[in-house]
Protein backbone atom coordinates (compact mmCIF):
# COMPACT_ATOMS: atom_id res chain seq x y z
CA UNK A 1 0.00 0.00 0.00
CA UNK A 2 1.02 3.80 -1.01
CA UNK A 3 -0.58 6.42 0.96
CA UNK A 4 -0.09 9.72 -0.18
CA UNK A 5 -0.80 13.16 1.20
CA UNK A 6 -1.45 16.50 -0.89
CA UNK A 7 -0.16 19.72 0.79
CA UNK A 8 0.53 23.39 -0.66
CA UNK A 9 -2.74 24.08 -1.68
CA UNK A 10 -4.53 27.79 -0.95
CA UNK A 11 -5.58 30.63 -2.59
CA UNK A 12 -3.49 32.88 -5.14
CA UNK A 13 -4.40 35.58 -7.60
CA UNK A 14 -4.51 35.09 -11.44
CA UNK A 15 -1.12 35.05 -12.45
CA UNK A 16 0.89 33.98 -9.22
CA UNK A 17 1.91 30.73 -8.56
CA UNK A 18 1.78 27.67 -6.42
CA UNK A 19 3.70 24.22 -5.97
CA UNK A 20 1.98 20.85 -4.76
CA UNK A 21 3.65 17.95 -2.77
CA UNK A 22 2.42 15.05 -3.20
CA UNK A 23 4.62 12.77 -0.21
CA UNK A 24 3.68 8.98 -0.15
CA UNK A 25 4.95 6.69 2.51
CA UNK A 26 4.15 2.57 2.64
CA UNK A 27 6.29 1.91 -0.59
CA UNK A 28 9.31 3.77 -2.65
CA UNK A 29 7.46 5.50 -4.60
CA UNK A 30 10.24 5.80 -7.43
CA UNK A 31 8.91 2.64 -8.67
CA UNK A 32 5.23 4.31 -9.20
CA UNK A 33 4.03 6.29 -11.84
CA UNK A 34 2.04 9.65 -10.64
CA UNK A 35 -0.68 11.69 -11.36
CA UNK A 36 -2.15 14.97 -10.97
CA UNK A 37 -5.72 15.37 -11.21
CA UNK A 38 -8.19 18.26 -10.71
CA UNK A 39 -12.00 18.84 -10.09
CA UNK A 40 -13.65 21.50 -9.85
CA UNK A 41 -16.99 21.66 -7.86
CA UNK A 42 -19.82 20.33 -10.27
CA UNK A 43 -17.53 18.80 -12.62
CA UNK A 44 -15.80 15.53 -13.24
CA UNK A 45 -12.65 15.08 -12.10
CA UNK A 46 -9.98 15.65 -14.83
CA UNK A 47 -6.35 14.78 -16.01
CA UNK A 48 -3.95 17.76 -15.26
CA UNK A 49 0.08 15.73 -15.59
CA UNK A 50 1.78 12.73 -14.88
CA UNK A 51 5.29 11.67 -14.62
CA UNK A 52 6.99 7.96 -15.54
CA UNK A 53 8.18 5.81 -12.48
CA UNK A 54 11.45 5.87 -14.86
CA UNK A 55 13.57 8.52 -16.69
CA UNK A 56 11.04 11.57 -15.45
CA UNK A 57 9.25 11.69 -18.82
CA UNK A 58 6.49 13.76 -18.36
CA UNK A 59 2.59 14.66 -20.11
CA UNK A 60 0.38 17.71 -19.56
CA UNK A 61 -2.98 18.57 -20.13
CA UNK A 62 -3.14 21.04 -23.03
CA UNK A 63 -5.27 23.23 -20.31
CA UNK A 64 -1.50 23.54 -18.34
CA UNK A 65 1.01 23.10 -20.48
CA UNK A 66 3.50 25.42 -20.55
CA UNK A 67 2.33 26.72 -17.08
CA UNK A 68 2.62 23.53 -14.51
CA UNK A 69 5.58 21.32 -14.27
CA UNK A 70 5.51 18.17 -12.62
CA UNK A 71 8.93 16.97 -11.11
CA UNK A 72 9.77 14.53 -8.61
CA UNK A 73 12.58 14.12 -5.79
CA UNK A 74 13.03 10.39 -4.91
CA UNK A 75 15.57 11.08 -1.80
CA UNK A 76 12.55 12.97 -0.52
CA UNK A 77 9.61 10.05 -1.88
CA UNK A 78 7.50 13.17 -3.17
CA UNK A 79 6.44 14.29 -6.57
CA UNK A 80 5.82 18.15 -7.11
CA UNK A 81 3.20 20.22 -8.94
CA UNK A 82 4.58 23.56 -9.92
CA UNK A 83 1.97 25.67 -10.86
CA UNK A 84 2.74 29.11 -13.10
CA UNK A 85 1.00 31.83 -13.96
CA UNK A 86 -2.20 30.14 -12.66
CA UNK A 87 -5.77 31.30 -13.99
CA UNK A 88 -9.05 31.11 -12.25
CA UNK A 89 -10.35 28.70 -13.75
CA UNK A 90 -7.21 26.51 -12.28
CA UNK A 91 -9.50 26.22 -9.08
CA UNK A 92 -10.08 22.82 -7.67
CA UNK A 93 -9.22 20.19 -5.60
CA UNK A 94 -6.08 18.71 -6.76
CA UNK A 95 -5.41 15.11 -6.23
CA UNK A 96 -2.30 12.56 -7.21
CA UNK A 97 -2.65 9.32 -7.55
CA UNK A 98 0.21 6.76 -7.91
CA UNK A 99 0.64 3.71 -10.23
CA UNK A 100 2.76 0.37 -9.91
CA UNK A 101 5.20 1.07 -12.74
CA UNK A 102 2.75 2.73 -14.69
CA UNK A 103 0.61 6.14 -15.31
CA UNK A 104 -1.29 7.68 -17.89
CA UNK A 105 -4.11 10.33 -18.32
CA UNK A 106 -7.49 8.06 -17.06
CA UNK A 107 -8.17 8.08 -13.23
CA UNK A 108 -8.98 4.48 -13.58
CA UNK A 109 -5.47 3.54 -14.09
CA UNK A 110 -4.67 4.61 -11.09
CA UNK A 111 -4.64 2.33 -7.64
CA UNK A 112 -3.55 4.68 -4.47
CA UNK A 113 -4.88 8.37 -4.26
CA UNK A 114 -4.18 11.38 -1.66
CA UNK A 115 -6.95 13.09 0.03
CA UNK A 116 -6.76 16.39 -2.37
CA UNK A 117 -5.44 19.98 -1.38
CA UNK A 118 -8.02 22.93 -2.28
CA UNK A 119 -6.82 25.41 -5.00
CA UNK A 120 -8.53 28.59 -5.25
CA UNK A 121 -7.56 31.56 -7.79
CA UNK A 122 -8.66 34.75 -7.73
CA UNK A 123 -9.48 37.30 -10.60
Known amino acids: QVQLVESGGGSVQAGGSLRLSCAASGRTLSNYGVGWFRQAPGQEREFVGA????????SYSDSVKGRFTISRDNTKNTVYLQMLSVKPEDTAVYYC????????????????WGQGTQVTVSS
Open 97 to 112: AAKLYGNGSRDIWYDF
Open 51 to 58: IKWTGGRT
